[in-house]
């Protein structure tokens, strides 16, 4: 398997490129998802390791079971996908509920163990329980965003949680970096305005 490459130096023009793997998928091609899977992996576990490390210590996933869990949520949207970065975008968004679904466990777990969250020093984390409230509300907000700017939603996904930077969005999404850019910095107004301590989260404002 080739060396893993930034998104937007692949392009989808190969005889037999995911964008055709997908419309032959959707034409009944048996071994189609599985020569996709192969041909993306890569990207998704580039994906994967951005977006465990943006969630830090929150999620117990491996970059590899978190691609296994995403791909196993995406199941039925990845029939809609038209080409290889609108797939890309749609598993992003599948690891981002994937992580939430652990982090929540986790912290549900740890509670009702009596577990209480310390630094490796034995200090207590002070904000940690609100720092994961606010993923979970930013989640939701994510959610009720998308029913207005789907794509506003996807900038996010692939920035924040994907550890994309502008020129490989503009080129999954077929957007300048300016465009990017711009639309990053409306999404972050929204955000910070319902999180009240957007800061907390590292959410930067280029």
Do not use: C
Not at 167 to 186: N, Q, S, Y
Request: no cysteine.
């Amino acid at each position: 398997m080739p060396a893993a490459q930034a998104l937007w130096s692949l392009p989808d023009t190969t005889v037999e490129s995911v964008t055709v793997l997908l419309h032959q998928a959707r034409g009944g091609r048996s071994d189609a998802w599985d020569l996709i899977y192969s041909r993306i992996y890569q990207d998704l576990h580039r994906l994967a390791r951005a977006q465990l490390r943006q969630r830090r210590r929150h999620a117990p996933l491996s970059p590899t079971s978190l691609i296994s869990e995403a791909w196993l949520k995406m199941a039925g949207a990845a029939e809609s996908a038209e080409s290889r970065f609108h797939l890309i975008a749609l598993v992003a968004r599948a690891m981002r509920y994937a992580i939430l679904d652990e982090t929540k466990k986790a912290v549900a777990d740890k509670r009702g163990s009596g577990i209480e969250f310390v630094d490796l020093d034995g200090q207590h984390r002070i904000g940690e329980s609100a720092r994961i409230e606010q993923l979970v509300l930013m989640d939701q907000l994510l959610d009720h965003l998308g029913k207005i700017d789907e794509r506003l939603v996807s900038i996010v996904e692939l920035r924040y949680f994907g550890g994309l930077n502008d020129k490989e969005i503009g080129a999954l999404l077929g957007l300048g970096e300016d465009r990017v850019r711009r639309e990053w910095r409306t999404a972050r107004s929204y955000l910070i305005a319902r999180l009240g301590q957007g800061d907390s989260l590292d959410l930067p404002a280029h």
